[in-house]
């Protein structure tokens, strides 16, 4: 009796799945990075991709992505893959705001700048007593439309900030599984950090 093939994954009509010019072109790329299955080799090919699809006129993010909130940085999620899991999400970063201290929950990401510039701080985590870490600036860098760079866990310490007093940003940020928490960490003393556990809702695209 022949083997019959396992049935494909069904597309869930509440899996965030935004239509925008060049979506099929760019859900293409990702698949075939995140198909190269070793975390080094897709994270590679992930920051050529998205770099690439930054700069394609083809290839047009909703216009919600550049709508700031007021009181927070803007986080929504624009698609997740049925097939291979990964989620993808733009943030949108008003005049000033930014991000303490956080991790990415051991998953990698790459995340590119869309529009705008961001400031982008690595840390190294030197020591942890308890809820208590201490970090310590690893390099940073102001990345402008076009740029991409990725963490794999254990390297998934930073903060993002958007310095214009004026401009808005917009970010991308592709995910190996949704993320719906993560890490912060709060200033206590010197290099010391409280650690907080931290929900990540997301906002409405459209």
């Not at 624009?78 to 970063?93: F, I, K, Q």
Request: net charge negative; aromatic share 8%; with cysteine.
């Amino acid at each position: 009796m022949p083997r019959m093939s396992p049935p494909r994954p069904e597309f869930d009509p509440c899996v965030p799945n935004v239509a925008f010019p060049g979506h099929e072109k760019f859900v293409a790329g990702i698949d075939a990075a995140v198909a190269l299955g070793d975390d080094q080799a897709v994270t590679c090919a992930l920051r050529s991709c998205l770099c690439a699809m930054i700069r394609d006129p083809e290839v047009e993010l909703p216009e919600c992505v550049h709508e700031p909130i007021v009181d927070h940085y803007a986080r929504r999620e624009l698609y997740r893959s049925p097939d291979h899991g990964y989620s993808v999400v733009a943030m949108t970063w008003g005049p000033g705001q930014g991000t303490p201290i956080h991790d990415h929950s051991g998953l990698w990401c790459v995340e590119g700048v869309w529009d705008g510039e961001l400031e982008i701080t690595h840390y190294e985590l030197l020591e942890q007593d308890g809820e208590r870490f201490r970090f310590r600036p690893a390099g940073g860098i102001h990345a402008g439309p076009g740029s991409a760079g990725s963490l794999i866990p254990p390297h998934e310490y930073h903060t993002i900030r958007n310095t214009s007093p004026d401009t808005v940003a917009v970010s991308l940020h592709i995910y190996k599984a949704p993320m719906d928490c993560c890490s912060k960490f709060q200033p206590q003393s010197g290099e010391w950090h409280v650690r907080q556990d931290s929900q990540l809702p997301t906002d409405e695209a459209a």
